[in-house]
């Protein structure tokens, strides 16, 4: 038998799982017009993320304001309808005037929640040796987005449920929820590791907290990157035609989440997060966070379709052949699913997806080619 995540339950999950197109698939034979496909399928996409009211443009606060390293960098904050203030970061370059192509820089998981946007990001400060670490692992020593703000980008990073500025402070949890955790938060490492841990742990009383509330983490994490993307887009020096979204890993598939469901993103570069419901249930759901679970849709659209609901905007999808949270079957599989749905769509060469070899990361290759993909389609 099979070994699999629920031992002798596994081949049943994976019978159903989508393995031909379901009823919300563009690659069904009934779906012949494609804005009627995609008005019938994002609706019911959204019903199953659920997002929770969260307002309109919050009321944005300059922190602080500065030049450095060739770049104008703003420290921004604001308050949604929940939780706490809202930190966030954008870059463009210094001696430009008008209006630029911009990106939403969206972070990663990483097992890492006391850090938000300054795994992609950073001001003047000398970063902390727990983000360098993070950075010279995952992005071979690069802050991706202020490379790309180099470019002619305005970039926006922002911290997002339930990471560094917005995420669970213990002295606020219930006693028996909060364990043995220690209420006072140390900022050493080894603090910042011990909060990681209990944040971990935490995940599950989390995500069943949202589904009794009625949302899930998906719309929680849907309805943040689209209040970010409320203040990019109407900031005066932003194009809000020309807006797209980026990320690695978790922030691969807040790319997924933002660039599926929101016509607003004009281009979409999704990195390390990509393969097939079934292999999430038969394989690999044990790896992933609650974030990239969302209950009901798998029974009408497979993974992949979620990003594949932008067609036919330009979507890139960049993996890693030996990415610890994927089997290549199931990159294969995403990358088979998303090329046809372009193909049906009239519009293959809107879509790209690449293979570089090595383990989960977003490493200078991969960077190069998701720059000049954003050049090609948002700049050029």
């Not at 944005?60 to 450095?68: I, K, N, Q, S």
């Not at 000398?126 to 360098?132: A, D, E, G, H």
């Amino acid at each position: 038998m099979m070994k699999t995540t629920v031992g002798a339950y596994g081949d049943w999950l994976g019978r159903l799982a989508i393995r031909t197109p379901g009823p919300l698939s563009f690659r069904s034979p009934r779906w012949r017009n494609l804005r009627a496909w995609r008005t019938t399928a994002l609706r019911r996409a959204l019903e199953c993320f659920a997002s929770p009211e969260s307002g309109r443009l919050p009321k944005v606060r300059t922190d602080r304001a500065y030049e450095w390293d060739g770049l104008r960098v703003e420290h921004l904050s604001w308050q949604l309808p929940f939780g706490p203030r809202t930190e966030a970061i954008f870059l463009k370059p210094a001696a430009t005037r008008g209006r630029l192509p911009a990106v939403l820089a969206l972070h990663s998981h990483g097992g890492n929640k006391w850090l938000g946007w300054t795994k992609v990001a950073r001001g003047r400060e000398t970063p902390p040796p727990i983000v360098r670490h993070h950075v010279e692992n995952y992005d071979e020593g690069l802050f991706w987005a202020n490379e790309l703000a180099k470019r002619g980008y305005a970039v926006l990073a922002h911290d997002v449920f339930p990471f560094a500025s917005r995420r669970v402070r213990i002295k606020d949890v219930l006693p028996p929820v909060r364990g043995r955790a220690s209420v006072r938060e140390s900022r050493t490492e080894a603090g910042i590791w011990r909060y990681n841990d209990w944040a971990g742990s935490h995940e599950s009383v989390v995500a069943r907290a949202l589904f009794d509330a009625g949302t899930t983490w998906p719309g929680m994490t849907l309805a943040e990157d689209q209040r970010a993307l409320d203040v990019l887009g109407a900031r005066g020096d932003v194009d809000p035609r020309r807006m797209g979204c980026a990320g690695l890993s978790g922030g691969g598939m807040r790319t997924c989440w933002l660039g599926g469901l929101d016509e607003r993103i004009a281009c979409a570069v999704s990195v390390g997060f990509m393969s097939t419901w079934r292999d999430f249930a038969v394989n690999k759901c044990w790896v992933h966070t609650w974030m990239a679970h969302v209950p009901l849709l798998p029974h009408e659209m497979d993974f992949p379709e979620i990003l594949g609901l932008r067609v036919p905007r330009p979507t890139l999808v960049l993996n890693d052949r030996q990415d610890q949270l994927y089997t290549p079957a199931g990159m294969k599989r995403a990358d088979a699913i998303l090329r046809a749905v372009y193909r049906k769509a009239k519009a293959s060469e809107a879509y790209r997806c690449s293979f570089y070899p090595g383990p989960h990361k977003f490493d200078r290759a991969m960077q190069k080619e998701a720059f000049q993909w954003f050049d090609r389609w948002l700049r050029d």
